[in-house]
Nanobody
Framework: QVQLVESGGGLVQAGGSLRLSCAAS????????MGWFRQAPGKEREFVAA????????YDANSVKGRFTISRDNAKNTVYLQMNSLKPEDTAVYYC??????????????????WGQGTQVTVSS
C-alpha cells in the first residue's frame, strides 16, 4: 500500500507561482513512475505531468508546457510540481499518483495505481 500526501496548494494571483509536493509514507517512491493530475469542477481528471523513476525523463501536458516543471528527490521520497505563470484556468484540485508496475509514463488516470487526496489550487484573475 502506498500512501501519498500532497501539500503546497493555495490561493495565488494570476502570474504567480506555487510548488506542490507529494510525499509518500510506508513505501519508497524511487522505483515508481509518478504523475500529477488535476480536476476542475464539472470536468474530468486531466493529466498534467509525469516523471520516470530515475527522474531523467519527464512529460508535460501541452497546456502547462513551459510553465510547470515536475521533479523528484528520491532521497526525500518526494515528488514536486513547480507551477509558474499561473492562469485562472489552472484552478483545480491537484492530485499526485504512483504507477507501481508499468515503468513507463502514461497520461491516463487508469495507468496509475495509487492516488493522494488532492490539494486545491485557486488562481485569481
Amino acid at each position: 500500500q502506498v500512501q501519498l500526501v500532497e501539500s503546497g496548494g493555495g490561493l495565488v494571483q494570476a502570474g504567480g507561482s506555487l510548488r506542490l509536493s507529494c510525499a509518500a509514507s510506508r513505501r519508497t517512491l524511487s522505483s515508481y513512475v509518478m504523475g500529477w493530475f488535476r480536476q476542475a469542477p464539472g470536468k474530468e481528471r486531466e493529466f498534467v505531468a509525469a516523471i520516470t523513476s530515475s527522474g531523467r525523463t519527464t512529460y508535460d501536458a501541452n497546456s502547462v508546457k513551459g510553465r510547470f516543471t515536475i521533479s523528484r528527490d528520491n532521497a526525500k521520497n518526494t515528488v514536486y510540481l513547480q507551477m509558474n505563470s499561473l492562469k485562472p484556468e489552472d484552478t483545480a484540485v491537484y492530485y499526485c499518483a504512483a504507477d507501481v508496475g508499468r515503468g513507463i509514463i502514461t497520461t491516463t488516470p487508469g495507468g496509475y495505481d495509487y492516488w493522494g487526496q488532492g490539494t486545491q489550487v485557486t488562481v485569481s484573475s
